[in-house]
């Protein structure tokens, strides 16, 4: 089984920074893409960012020049540096990943974290 475990979320006032990680642990052969989703209270999960295991990055537009997603693959970790935060970026985050954990399996099987709480609030 994997796990995926998120950390550095909290409380921000705006124009405030945060980072977040998620660690991927487990059985684990092989990870392809890592992203971030984020879904505000009463709103639907949306993706904020997205990076393939070699390096290639995509961002959804309300993020774009703030928030930087980042890899280390030795490590299985994903991380999202937030800055200039709004108070529109309040909502639970949530860590994924597509993982193999035999080098038999053909498919990747997606994996979530169970998500960390920012808010941004002065």
């Known amino acids: 089984q994997v796990q995926l475990v998120e950390s550095g979320g909290g409380l921000v006032q705006p124009g405030g920074s945060l980072r977040l990680s998620c660690a991927a642990s487990?059985?684990?052969?092989?990870?392809?893409?890592m992203g971030w989703y984020r879904q505000p209270l009463g709103k639907q999960r949306e993706l904020v960012a997205g990076?393939?295991?070699?390096?290639?990055?995509n961002y959804v537009d309300s993020v774009k020049g703030r928030f930087t997603i980042s890899r280390d693959n030795a490590r299985n970790t994903v991380y999202l540096q937030m800055n200039s935060l709004q108070s529109e970026d309040t909502a639970v985050y949530y860590c994924?990943?597509?993982?193999?954990?035999?080098?038999?399996?053909?498919?990747?099987?997606?994996?979530w974290g169970q998500g960390t709480q920012v808010t941004v609030s002065s």
């Open positions: 487990g059985r684990i052969f092989s990870v392809n893409h």
């Open positions: 990076i393939t295991n070699d390096g290639i990055t």
């Open positions: 994924n990943a597509y993982v193999k954990s035999t080098s038999s399996v053909s498919v990747f099987t997606r994996y």
